[in-house]
Structures are given as C-alpha cells and as structure tokens.
C-alpha cells in the first residue's frame, strides 16, 4: 500500500519562511505533488517533483529526494492569505498512478 | 472556461435515501476522480475513470457506484445514504498520468450530510 505523513499543523510569522515536510511509503514510486485548500475550498495544485532537487514557483519551492522518500514545501514571504491546508499527493506505478493524499498539514499565519 | 463543475453544492439527505452526484469537466480530460473529505482528514479515493467507458474502485468504494459514459460527465451515485457518507465530496480531472507536470483539477465541492 501507500502511506504519507506530514505534520498536523504548523504555526508562523507573516513574512517568515516555513517548510512542511512529507514522507512517504510507496512501490513504483512516479511523483510528488502538493496542493493548498483554503477552509471550505476546492484543492489547488501547487508543484509537482518527479526528479530529485528543488522546484522553485514564486515564494512556494518544492522539493524531492527520492533516496529518502522524503520532500518538502517550502514557503517564503508568509502572507496571512497563505493560512491554508496543504497536502501532499504520491503518484505511484501499483495500480493506475492516481494520486494519494495526506492528511494535510494545517498552516496558521499569525500577524 | 468552467473548468470542473459540481452539482448540488450542498444537500441533505435522510438514511435510506438515494441521490446522484454530478459532475462535469470540459478540459477533454481522460482521467476522473471522486474523493470524500471527513474534517480533519485528507482526500480518500472513492472511485477514479481512465476514460469512457472505464471505471474502478478506490479506496472507500462501499456504498457507491459510478459510470463514465461521456469523457466529460462522471457521475456519482448513493444508493442506500448512512450517516457514515456524510462528508465533503471533490471530483477532479486530470489530463493523463503521463505528463511530468500532471496536476488534478478540482471541483468546489458537494457538502452531504446525512441525518
């Protein structure tokens, strides 16, 4: 099976930088992807790392080691808008490569 | 360019009912999903599509049934509402799982509480 952990909840300044972790348990592993919801929204894709490294998109980077079975999010700048759930998705090779999720990482912007 | 549309938006339904998710894309995508979101928890796959005609089981697929007759409609079926189907449901789309920047597109939402 597949299997994904990340933090509940993380807390942080406006203007700080933040990193949310992801680990992963998956056969035939393809890629790693993220995606932010805002209370009572529809998910919204993010980054997507199939090769190991850093992928940058404005303030957000995302990044892979698939040595590890590890990646992160890494978000620059805070901005109280970025107060959201993100997640994390594997889309792995066993069955029909459809993305998994986390539980999600809960992100609390204070001022 | 409307992207993933989903109907109704919230709705409530008495133990024993049956209703019909709906759910439509005009991307010309191939790939379709539907996921359930308890509060709290992440996405679980219910039911997913690789094209028309073509259907499979997720992770939580008791109590529902799907069908994929068009590349653009997937609709989603209750037959015997529980309270325990009570849940936020997301469909999304993708265009395949071949592109190195696949990303899933995904409707706003059917809130579905069973009393």
């Known amino acids: 099976g597949q299997s994904l952990e990340q933090p509940s909840e993380v807390t942080a300044v406006e203007g700080a930088i933040v990193q949310i972790n992801c680990t992963y348990q998956t056969s035939g592993f393809y890629g790693l992807s993220w995606y932010q919801q805002h209370d009572g929204g529809a998910p919204t894709f993010l980054s997507y790392n199939a090769l190991d490294g850093l992928e940058e998109t404005g303030r957000f980077s995302s990044f892979l080691s698939r040595s590890d079975s590890y990646g992160y999010l890494l978000l620059q700048e805070l901005q109280m808008k970025d107060s959201a759930s993100y997640f994390c998705?594997?889309?792995?090779?066993?069955?029909?490569?459809?993305?998994?999720f986390g539980r999600g990482t809960s992100l609390i912007v204070h001022p | 360019n409307a992207g993933v549309t989903q109907t109704p938006k919230f709705r409530i339904l008495k133990i024993g009912q049956s209703m019909t998710l709906q759910c439509t894309q005009d991307m010309n995508h191939n790939y379709m999903y539907w996921y359930r979101q308890d509060p709290g928890m992440g996405l679980k796959l219910i039911y997913y599509?690789?094209?028309?005609?073509?259907?499979d089981k997720g992770e939580v697929p008791n109590g529902y049934n799907v069908s994929r007759s068009t590349t653009e409609d997937f609709p989603l079926r209750l037959e015997l509402a529980a309270p325990s189907q009570t849940s936020v449901y997301f469909c999304?789309?993708?265009?395949?799982?071949?592109?190195?920047?696949?990303?899933?597109?995904f409707g706003q939402g059917t809130r579905l509480t069973v009393v």
């Open positions: 599509s690789v094209g028309a005609g073509i259907t």
């Open positions: 999304a789309s993708s265009l395949s799982q071949f592109d190195m920047n696949t990303e899933a597109f």
């Open positions: 998705a594997v889309r792995s090779s066993g069955g029909s490569y459809i993305p998994t």
